[in-house]
């Protein structure tokens, strides 16, 4: 069993930054793979990023290439997303999730944290 939780969100003006923590409690975390997702309201859920948890090679949406970086502590049991130049339609409520699987697929990722809420005015 995996506990996430996710700390970090606020509310910025555009251009701003954030940085985004997702802390992990329970099994070995270093190898799992992560990503992080966001849901707006009256919207789907939408995959933002993910890292590789063997390889910590990264993926991006389109939407947020250039401007999102997702990394991780394995000492601090911790992954972030960094986000910069953030814009309005980047306001949601971000999750982060663990899996065996790299994929940009909520449905396969095993554990979710609670979310935390971003909200970017103009």
């Known amino acids: 069993q995996v506990q996430l939780v996710e700390s970090g969100g606020g509310s910025v003006q555009a251009g701003g930054s954030l940085r985004l923590s997702c802390a992990a409690s329970?099994?070995?975390?270093?190898?799992?793979?992560m990503g992080w997702f966001r849901q707006a309201p009256g919207k789907l859920r939408e995959f933002v990023a993910r890292?590789?948890?063997?390889?910590?090679?990264?993926d991006y949406t389109e939407s947020v290439k250039g401007r999102f970086t997702v990394s991780r502590d394995n000492a601090k049991n911790t992954v972030y997303l960094q986000m910069n130049s953030l814009k309005p339609e980047d306001t949601a409520v971000y999750y982060c999730?663990?899996?065996?699987?790299?994929?940009?697929?909520?449905?396969?990722?095993?554990?979710w944290g609670q979310g935390t809420q971003v909200t970017v005015s103009s």
């Open positions: 999730a663990a899996g065996t699987w790299y994929t940009g697929s909520g449905a396969l990722y095993l554990y």
């Open positions: 890292l590789n948890g063997s390889d910590g090679s990264t």
């Open positions: 329970g099994r070995t975390f270093s190898s799992m793979n």
